[in-house]
């Protein structure tokens, strides 16, 4: 999605702007919706037409973000303008009869969590510095005294190509540059620490999972506006409600449809077999979104596992969060 820019406004347009809605700024508008449905529905498709012949103008206005049509507390249709910030001149309170409701949002941008977080929260973009490759960070963990950035394997250590102490950065270096030019040293905030290594020759894996080191504060949840920090593991059960939040498709919610599923995955250094796994229901994961915890939809929010492949569908392959804080010897960092 692009980025809405306020543009230059000529004299001339403000001055058309000003006769247009100005001349209609003293109407009075009656707080009585229509009386029948076939009357509010003419009515809102009366100020859809009346939204489309304004919003070009509106647009180019600096500080209005979007227009869209509403309906106010008296059922009447309204048209809604947002804006980047209180103070934004120049919007009308009326518009050929129609009530202007100014709406403050900030800018739109993509819900993709793929900016730069500090301190670094779990369910954000994150990758290997030498790989041009997004994914997400699963939780933090404790081992001993130590903080540690848990995320699959084929995120962190380059699915057994990269070196232990390889620089792990956040955001993922497509998520910083378009490019995918290197990152700067200061999107830095783990060394690779430790990783189970994948196994393409027929044999069963059990996870795809790394550990790194952190170099830089972390914060142990998610960012404040999703469920926060995950409660202590438990086993799946198939049927239960799930959710997750990943760098590409945020937070979501989905049921577990499987467990002990024996699953082929397909990656770039060839086919490996897993185990034990999780299946989840549709539209729930997407690319970018490995190594994201799964974790109960109820107020335990209990980790259940970690994202690390899906299907076209959505839906998700997990690993049960168990195996994986054995083999690292660590514990959740949690509430």
């Known amino acids: 999605m692009a980025r809405l820019r306020p543009r230059f406004i000529s004299s001339a347009l403000l001055a058309v702007l000003a006769l247009a809605f100005g001349a209609c700024s003293s109407e009075r508008i009656a707080p009585t919706a229509p009386a029948d449905a076939a009357g509010r529905r003419a009515a809102v498709a009366a100020a859809i037409e009346i939204q489309e012949r304004s919003s070009d103008a509106l647009l180019v206005q600096p ?3 979007g227009t869209a049509v509403g309906i106010d507390a008296f059922g009447q249709p309204v048209i809604r ?3 980047t910030g209180a103070g934004v001149t120049r919007i009308p309170d009326v518009i050929e009869g129609v009530r202007v409701i100014a709406e403050v949002t900030g800018e739109f941008r993509p819900f ?3 900016g ?6 779990i369910g954000v973009s994150v990758g290997n510095a030498n790989e041009c490759l997004p994914g997400t960070i699963g939780a933090v963990l404790w081992r001993g ?7 699959a394997n084929h995120v962190f250590a380059r699915q057994n190509q990269a070196a232990l102490g390889e620089p792990i950065v956040q955001p993922s270096r497509p998520d910083a540059s378009a490019a995918c030019d290197p990152s700067p040293p200061r999107n830095m905030v783990a060394q690779l620490s430790d990783f189970e290594p994948l196994r393409f020759d027929g044999t069963d894996n059990t996870f795809d999972a790394a550990i790194a080191l952190l170099t830089a504060d ?12 995950p409660g202590t593991p438990i086993a799946a059960v198939a049927g239960a409600p799930i959710q997750k939040v990943g760098r590409t498709t945020g937070l979501t919610h989905g049921t577990i449809t499987g467990i002990n599923g024996k699953v082929n995955i397909f990656y770039a250094g060839g086919k490996a077999r897993f185990s034990g796994q999780i299946m989840t ?17 109820d107020a335990g929010r209990h980790a259940v596992g970690m994202v690390f492949a899906g299907g076209s569908n959505g839906s998700a392959v997990v690993n049960p969060i168990g195996p994986i804080l054995t083999r ?4 959740l960092c949690g509430p």
């Open 63 to 65: 500080g209005v973000v």
């Open 81 to 83: 303008v947002y804006t």
């Open 112 to 114: 993709a969590l793929t």
């Open 116 to 121: 730069r977080y500090r301190p670094v929260p």
């Open 145 to 151: 005294s130590q903080r540690f950035l848990l995320s």
């Open 218 to 229: 972390a914060a142990c949840g998610t960012l404040p506006e999703f469920y926060g920090a």
């Open 281 to 297: 229901s549709k539209a729930f994961g997407d690319f970018g979104d490995s190594g994201a915890l799964v974790v109960s939809d």
């Open 328 to 331: 690292f010897g660590a514990t």
